[in-house]
């Protein structure tokens, strides 16, 4: 599903964020990145989501070069991506409802099948009874449901999340991985950054593991 061939990214005075990185992950893996800060993960996120481009090699997502996907596509193409981010980024002045509808607004999805749509994830959430109210009253783990509800209402194939439990406690941090873990079990491709060394051993799957841009090993724990 996703293929990095000979990828580098070389930003000012020439340092190398990645530094021939090459790895393939298959459709339903469920795979961690992980390293400190300034290894790369955020780097390989953002060429997936084609916020960046690869200065040299290729990336493949279910066979598609993202690295030269015309800028009329990369929204589409977008959109068969979930992104989930650390600082959740909702909108703090709007409703829950309104967080998790966005994509499908954005999409042109029709007003009865939004209003389904997002009820059924604000069930599967845990959040009934409190769609109308805005981000700002929930805690750090209700936060980052309706972060992850927002990345999956289009279905995507393919889900990512940047160091989704860094701000959360031990229990709500495991509450947000094991979701993680069910959603690969029913089928989605989940990929992964990670500090949290004893939550990876705990979910046991494959890790990729960076320094200085480069990747240093890539085995199941």
């Keep these: ?16 964020a990645l530094d021939d990185i090459t ?28 916020d960046e481009h690869p200065d040299m090699g ?4 279910e ?6 996907l015309n800028a009329s596509k990369v929204p589409f193409y977008r959109r068969k991506i979930g992104f989930v981010f650390q600082d959740f980024k909702l ?5 829950i409802f309104d967080n998790i509808a ?6 042109g999805s029709p007003k009865e099948y939004i209003k389904r749509t ?40 393919l889900l990512m999340a940047d160091e989704p439990t860094g701000n959360l406690d031990e229990e709500s941090a495991w509450n947000i991985m094991e979701t993680f873990v069910n959603l690969n079990k029913n089928g989605i491709t989940v990929l992964i950054a990670s500090h949290n060394k004893e939550m990876i051993k705990r979910v046991g799957r494959r890790v990729i593991r960076l320094e200085k841009g480069r990747i240093v090993s890539d085995a199941l724990v």
């Excluded at 966005?102 to 999409?107: A, K, N, R």
């Design 58 to 61: 290729t990336i493949l997502v």
């Design 1 to 16: 599903m996703i293929k990095f061939n000979h990828v580098y990214k070389i930003f000012e005075r020439d340092i190398k």
């Design 118 to 157: 997002v009820d059924m994830a604000i069930k599967n959430i845990g959040l009934e009874g409190r769609e109308s109210l805005n981000p700002w009253h929930l805690s750090g783990g209700e936060k980052q449901k309706v972060a992850l509800a927002r990345a999956l209402v289009l279905n995507p194939p």
């Design 63 to 68: 066979n598609t070069d993202i690295a030269h």
């Design 23 to 50: 790895f393939t992950v298959e459709k339903g893996e469920l795979v961690f990145l992980t390293g400190p800060s300034g290894a790369g993960k955020s780097t390989i996120f953002n060429l997936l989501y084609r």
């Design 102 to 107: 966005l994509p499908l607004v954005i999409t």
């Design 91 to 95: 909108l703090f002045d709007r409703s």
